[in-house]
T-cell receptor, first 112, second 111 residues
């Protein structure tokens, strides 16, 4: 079945860039998503990329997609303490009826 | 404001009791989903519905039931058959391709 993998933890200093990586196995993925979850809250959609794109930039966020290697990354520029959260990568296949397959999440801790 | 509302925020269940989690959306989305989140794990799909009066089992449907009588509402019942129900439950809705939008979650604890 489909599988999405992420590293579990990332520590970054305030003002530096963060890079969160994700790999997936479903070659039919049409959309790939990044979500942010703060403690005790639901998931907030940060950004997404269509599978025929290789990059998308949205303010401080840059998404890179290497479809050949099935590798997705999220770069957060000028990381702030408010960026401390769990970040989830998710993919949607072409025939999945909108269902998302999630990774286990990357805990990002921003230190002053 | 448009969005997804889950209630209650916290819920306590006794052994052998059924409980129902509410999910309402005013986004006019056709599709709705229930996910379960356990500590240190990603989200796992319980049930989903693409249209009123129709729903499908997800990856971990055993011990759960749903209904979809109205487009706006997709309640989840955690039955006594669910042996390990303590978890964070998230409801979502979406338009194909635009990504799923999530409620704020319900934390269910067995006491």
């Amino acid at each position: 079945g489909e599988d999405v993998e992420q590293s579990l933890f990332l520590s970054v200093r305030e003002g530096d860039s963060s890079v969160i990586n994700c790999t997936y196995t479903d070659s039919s993925s049409t959309y790939l998503y990044w979500y942010k979850q703060e403690p005790g809250a639901g998931l907030q959609l940060l950004t997404y990329i269509f599978s025929n794109m290789d990059m998308k930039q949205d303010q401080r966020l840059t998404v890179l997609l290497n479809k050949k290697d099935k590798h997705l990354s999220l770069r957060i520029a000028d990381t702030q303490t408010g960026d401390s959260a769990i970040y989830f990568c998710a993919e949607m296949g072409s025939d999945s009826w909108g269902k998302l397959q999630f990774g286990a999440g990357t805990q990002v801790v921003v230190t002053p | 404001d448009g969005g997804i509302t889950q209630s209650p925020k916290y819920l306590f269940r006794k052994e052998g009791q059924n409980v129902t989690l509410s999910c309402e959306q005013n986004l006019n989305h056709d599709a709705m989903y229930w996910y379960r989140q356990d500590p240190g794990q990603g989200l796992r799909l319980i049930y989903y519905s693409q249209i009123v009066n129709d729903f499908q089992k997800g990856d971990i449907a055993e011990g759960y039931s749903v209904s979809r009588e109205k487009k706006e509402s997709f309640p989840l019942t955690v039955t006594s058959a669910q042996k390990n129900p303590t978890a964070f439950y998230l409801c979502a809705s979406n338009i194909q391709g635009a990504g799923a939008f999530f409620g704020q979650g319900t934390r269910l604890t067995v006491v």
